[in-house]
């Protein structure tokens, strides 16, 4: 018999990932997958947000560096650097971050709102702080991390790389 495995309504499952110092989660139900950092190649007149594409297995998928996205400064990409695979309104984005930590399950009751001001990083791509097993994690709202028409654009921009792949 399959044993079969739910998240409780009173916990959230993350991908918890190391950016800058600080400590990151995201809903893993966003999560298609998470790969190695690879070659991103440069795409002139894309977006200044946009850092490349990666060709994923015959599919064109635009990648943000999460540092630059926050304004943090930049860091050389290392062994433990990843691209978070996400989909995002729709619109399928690899996400560089520093490296990936684990997956949790942490209790909604941990999880307390933004603070006015969090170092480094605007509130406004902020879905909570969790406090958690003595460490603290920024928990991202991915559905606010790029405007309406920066969404758009990269919508357009798959589009538009699939036809001609």
Partial sequence: ??????????????VVFQLADQTYGMD?????????????????RAPEFVEGVINLRGRIIPVID????????GAEHTRQS???????????????????????????????????MVDG??????????LFDGR???????????EEDEKETLGEAEAAAEVTV
């Fill in 28 to 44: 893993i139900a966003a999560v298609s997958e998470i790969i190695r950092m690879e070659k991103v190649t440069y795409v002139p």
């Fill in 66 to 73: 999460l540092r630059g996205r926050f304004g943090l400064k």
């Fill in 121 to 130: 990083v605007d509130v406004a791509y902020l879905r909570g702080i969790a």
């Fill in 82 to 116: 990843r691209i978070i695979v996400v989909e995002m309104a729709g619109v399928t984005v690899g996400l560089i971050v520093d490296a990936v930590l684990e997956v949790l399950r942490i209790p909604a009751e941990s999880i307390e709102p933004p603070p006015a």
């Fill in 136 to 146: 603290m994690i920024i928990l991202l709202n991915l559905e606010k991390i790029l």
């Fill in 1 to 14: 018999m399959a044993q079969k495995f739910e998240i409780a309504k009173d916990e959230e499952q993350v």
